[in-house]
Structure formats: structure tokens, C-alpha cells
């Protein structure tokens, strides 16, 4: 019988020292960064969805920029080559080649939406409008779970690296995520503006 309250007692002990060492709390982050995390793929996917049908209605435009076109179809093929799974959250080498593939597709969407200014008949076509405004929101929504990510990845890195929560990651073997940062250079420098 005092062996049995004995296993009682451990149990609860354990259970007491799991909960006050944050165990649960880091799953709890972890589950919000992979929501996160969850949203950001699903914005990317849907640009890069959105890209073939862009192409092809730029394509029809007479004398476009061959050049540009190549460079988003590049782009968005290397988007969509690389594997993207949960192990990309936890490896801050898989993270930033797949911030810096996304960062590509973004600037060779930009140069081509620049370049189809130049083309009155492009932008008088309604499919051509209608991807623009498509893109566009999309481009917000990306800036919008790309932020959603930021701030859950700093709630988990604070559970991670305090203590007595600390303890708890360590347990698990979680350690701090990376994060994005800001992939063009100098964008952490207000652009001069001269007239």
C-alpha cells in the first residue's frame, strides 16, 4: 500500500515540476508558430498559383520583355523546387533559402508589373487588371502572415530561452525558431528623397 502511494506521489511530483517548468507552454507556442508558419505557405502558394496565369496573359502582349518573363518563370520554378515542410521553422539555413527564393519571385513579379507599365494595351485587358489587383492583395496578405509568424516566433522564443520555461524546451529539445528579416539591402536605411 505505501509503495502504491509512493508511485501516487511521483507522479503528481512529476506532473507538478513538468507543468511549473513550462512543458506545456512550449507546446503551446510551438502549435502557434506551425499555425503561423501554416498561413505564410498557404500566401506564398497562392502568389505562385497566380504566376502561370500572370505569365500567359503577359505573353499575348506583343514585343513584351522576353528577359522579364524568363526571370519569373525561373523564379517561380525555384519557389516551387524547393521542399517545404515543418523541419524549414526549426533550420535557419532551409529558412533563409526559402526567404531568399521567395524574395527572387518577389522582385521579378515587381520588375515585371513595372515593365507592363510601358504597355497600354496589356494594362487596358481586363485579365491583366485582374491578376494585378489579385497579386496585389495577395502581396498583403503575405505581409500580413509574414507578421502573424514574426510575433508568434518571439512568443515561443521567449518561453524557449526563459526560465524556469527553458527547462521545459529543453526537455523537449526545442530551441529558438528563426525568423524573417529584411532580405533587400539597406532596407533598414529610410530611402533619401530628392525632387
Do not use: H
Not at 508558430?33 to 498557404?42: D, H, L, T, Y
Not at 526567404?99 to 515587381?110: F, N, V
Not at 507578421?147 to 530551441?175: C, Q, W
Amino acid at each position: 500500500m505505501a509503495a502504491r502511494w509512493r508511485a501516487a506521489l511521483s507522479v503528481v511530483a512529476v506532473a507538478l515540476l513538468a507543468s511549473g517548468c513550462g512543458y506545456n507552454a512550449v507546446i503551446d507556442q510551438d502549435e502557434s508558430v506551425k499555425a503561423a508558419w501554416g498561413e505564410v505557405q498557404n500566401q506564398y502558394q497562392r502568389r505562385a498559383d497566380l504566376v502561370p496565369n500572370l505569365v500567359n496573359t503577359v505573353k499575348g502582349a506583343a514585343d513584351f520583355e522576353k528577359d522579364t518573363l524568363e526571370r519569373v518563370v525561373q523564379a517561380r520554378s525555384r519557389v516551387g523546387q524547393m521542399n517545404v515542410d515543418a523541419s524549414v521553422i526549426d533550420d535557419p539555413q532551409k529558412f533563409k533559402q526559402f526567404e531568399q527564393a521567395q524574395g527572387e519571385l518577389s522582385g521579378a513579379l515587381s520588375r515585371l508589373l513595372v515593365v507592363a507599365e510601358q504597355y497600354p494595351q496589356l494594362r487596358a485587358t481586363e485579365a491583366f487588371r485582374d491578376l494585378q489587383v489579385q497579386l496585389e492583395g495577395t502581396e498583403n496578405r503575405i505581409a500580413v502572415a509574414r507578421k502573424r509568424y514574426v510575433d508568434a516566433v518571439a512568443e515561443y522564443n521567449k518561453v524557449v530561452l526563459r526560465f524556469p520555461t527553458s527547462i521545459g524546451a529543453k526537455m523537449r529539445g526545442m530551441d529558438v525558431r528563426p525568423t524573417f528579416e529584411a532580405t533587400t539591402p539597406g532596407a533598414d536605411k529610410a530611402p533619401e528623397v530628392a525632387f
